[in-house]
């Protein structure tokens, strides 16, 4: 499954790389032909269209007191893994919070988490992590992977 990732990823940086030169050799067309304000104007509206967030973050914590906070990896592949990040309160009075992240190579992949579920049995962290795993494809969601982690946090 590493190197159909890598391969997956390797195949999206080249796309990507190919649809640079593409646009380099458009905006060079556009000041030679209509003018360098034709391309501010191009410039400009082009990155009105970007949107995106950055989700590699610890959980927010809202607890009073000693906490224990960790991190587990869920998933590991060739230069990429996926990890839950938790925290719950020492005295075990309150809500286990936990949120996924993806770290390495995620270029072509992304995820999406729908439901995390913890709780202690013999004094051990036990999950459960539910999500989507998508292929993408230049930004387009191909083929979403369900998947789901069970185990317990060390």
């Known amino acids: ?6 391969g997956w990823s390797v195949l999206n940086l080249a796309v990507l790389a190919w649809f640079l ?18 391309l501010v104007v191009f410039i400009l509206g082009s990155l009105s269209f970007i949107k ?5 973050s610890k959980p927010s914590t809202s607890f009073e007191g000693d ?12 230069l990429y893994s996926t990890v839950l990040f938790y925290a719950y309160p ?7 919070k936990g949120e996924i992240s993806q770290s390495g190579l995620v ?3 992304g995820w999406k988490t729908h439901q995390t579920t913890f709780n202690f049995t013999n004094n051990q962290l036990h999950y459960t992590v539910t999500g989507t795993h998508e292929w993408r ?17 060390k």
């Open 1 to 6: 499954m590493g190197i159909l990732y890598l």
């Open 21 to 38: 030169y593409i646009s380099f050799s458009v905006l060079k067309w556009i000041k030679d032909n209509l003018g360098t304000a034709a």
């Open 52 to 56: 995106g967030t950055v989700t590699d």
């Open 67 to 78: 906490m224990v906070t960790g991190i587990h990896t869920l998933d590991e592949a060739l």
């Open 90 to 96: 020492k005295d075990l009075q309150g809500n286990i």
């Open 107 to 109: 270029i072509g992949h």
């Open 137 to 153: 494809f230049l930004g387009l969601n191909l083929y979403p992977e369900a998947k789901q982690f069970k185990g317990v946090a």
